[in-house]
């Protein structure tokens, strides 16, 4: 006759690990691993920006006063405290609690949902202003130095939108945890995803917080 | 639920260093301003790589590991910039070359 046990089976490591804590290991060393070739991706943005940002200084000082100081820094508040709740998801996730954890991670969401909403807006706003140079659109300045303004706001774009894409890529991983969490099978395994889309979550928060300063703060006395 | 404080209190901490950041380029704008900003950037960027990136309860191979990261980031923008500065970026001839 077949028992059906009366409590959780004790969660397993896959077959290649010895136990858990080395599988965990393993997870969060390959997550730091692709977060490495990330920043090699971005790294790449930033040192071509920052080469030209020393070769024109007051140029893009005065091009990055035509950037909404005000709608940076909401942003920027806004994608710290989406990934003070995605830390705190991953600790209820910890103590078992799915509705704690389900609430959370739609908080999470939500405020980048508003973060590219935000980001949006800037954007259709700086096109009416005739302050996007990309694909083929008229750039209209009325500053010195328009070429070299120009430049600045090629890499503005090229750094938000590559930000952008990894938002909406972030997004649509945590809507899958989402799912996930609503089924909530095997909660040790869930902890461990977890932990690997809060490290890319942050990951991206801090590549923002180096896209603001050097495009936002870095700017001449307006 | 374990460990809530210390994510809470970073994020306060953030947001205090990215309102120091904004007052400085609101009012002091400049090349020491510039400095601050970026000092501040680093300053929110461990923040989270600490806090929220769990770096605080890492293992010290993981920590090693997140700091080679940052640091063959180092080497590309250091080692960059070097040739630039060594070679006066500000000559006309440079900026010609880059252009």
Same mark, same amino acid.
């Given at each position: 006759?077949?028992?059906?046990?009366?409590?959780?089976?004790?969660?397993?490591?896959?077959?290649?690990?010895?136990?858990?804590?080395?599988?965990?290991?393993?997870?969060?060393?390959?997550?730091?691993?692709?977060?490495?070739?990330?920043?090699?991706?971005?790294?790449?943005?930033?040192?071509?920006?920052?080469?030209?940002?020393?070769?024109?200084?007051?140029?893009?000082?005065?091009?990055?006063?035509?950037?909404?100081?005000?709608?940076?820094?909401?942003?920027?508040?806004?994608?710290?405290?989406?990934?003070?709740?995605?830390?705190?998801?991953?600790?209820?996730?910890?103590?078992?609690?799915?509705?704690?954890?389900?609430?959370?991670?739609?908080?999470?969401?939500?405020?980048?949902?508003?973060?590219?909403?935000?980001?949006?807006?800037?954007?259709?706003?700086?096109?009416?202003?005739?302050?996007?140079?990309?694909?083929?659109?008229?750039?209209?300045?009325?500053?010195?130095?328009?070429?070299?303004?120009?430049?600045?706001?090629?890499?503005?774009?090229?750094?938000?939108?590559?930000?952008?894409?990894?938002?909406?890529?972030?997004?649509?991983?945590?809507?899958?945890?989402?799912?996930?969490?609503?089924?909530?099978?095997?909660?040790?395994?869930?902890?461990?995803?977890?932990?690997?889309?809060?490290?890319?979550?942050?990951?991206?928060?801090?590549?923002?917080?180096?896209?603001?300063?050097?495009?936002?703060?870095?700017?001449?006395?307006? | 639920?374990?460990?809530?404080?210390?994510?809470?209190?970073?994020?306060?901490?953030?947001?205090?260093?990215?309102?120091?950041?904004?007052?400085?380029?609101?009012?002091?704008?400049?090349? @020491?301003?510039?400095?601050? =900003? $970026? &000092?501040?950037?680093?300053?929110? *960027?461990? /923040?989270?790589?600490?806090?929220? !990136?769990? @770096?605080?309860?890492?293992? =010290? $191979? &993981?920590?090693?590991?997140?700091? *080679?990261? /940052?640091?063959?980031?180092?080497? !590309?923008?250091?080692?960059?910039?070097?040739?630039?500065?060594?070679?006066?970026?500000?000559?006309?001839?440079?900026?010609?070359?880059?252009?």
């Amino acid at each position: 006759m077949t028992t059906i046990p009366s409590t959780t089976p004790k969660a397993k490591p896959d077959e290649q690990f010895d136990d858990l804590t080395q599988q965990r290991h393993a997870d969060l060393m390959g997550m730091w691993l692709f977060l490495a070739t990330e920043l090699m991706l971005f790294g790449g943005v930033f040192t071509g920006f920052v080469v030209y940002r020393y070769a024109y200084p007051e140029a893009f000082a005065e091009a990055a006063t035509h950037l909404d100081l005000v709608l940076g820094m909401l942003n920027t508040g806004l994608l710290v405290t989406s990934s003070l709740f995605m830390a705190l998801s991953e600790r209820a996730v910890g103590a078992d609690r799915k509705r704690l954890t389900l609430l959370f991670l739609l908080i999470t969401i939500g405020m980048g949902a508003v973060f590219l909403g935000i980001k949006g807006y800037e954007w259709h706003h700086e096109y009416s202003q005739g302050l996007m140079p990309i694909l083929g659109l008229e750039f209209v300045y009325s500053g010195q130095h328009a070429d070299r303004a120009q430049l600045f706001f090629n890499f503005y774009y090229a750094m938000t939108g590559l930000h952008a894409m990894h938002m909406g890529v972030g997004m649509i991983w945590l809507m899958v945890m989402v799912v996930f969490t609503l089924r909530w099978r095997d909660p040790p395994r869930l902890r461990r995803q977890f932990q690997i889309s809060g490290l890319y979550w942050a990951f991206v928060d801090v590549m923002w917080i180096f896209i603001f300063t050097l495009l936002y703060l870095l700017r001449a006395s307006s | 639920m374990k460990d809530v404080k210390a994510p809470i209190l970073a994020w306060l901490a953030y947001l205090v260093v990215l309102g120091a950041s904004i007052t400085v380029t609101r009012w002091a704008p400049g090349t @020491l301003g510039h400095v601050f =900003n $970026l &000092l501040c950037a680093l300053v929110m *960027a461990s /923040l989270v790589m600490v806090f929220f !990136m769990g @770096l605080r309860s890492a293992d =010290n $191979l &993981l920590r090693v590991f997140a700091l *080679a990261t /940052l640091m063959w980031l180092a080497i !590309m923008l250091g080692l960059t910039m070097m040739d630039y500065v060594y070679r006066e970026i500000g000559s006309s001839a440079m900026l010609s070359a880059i252009a």
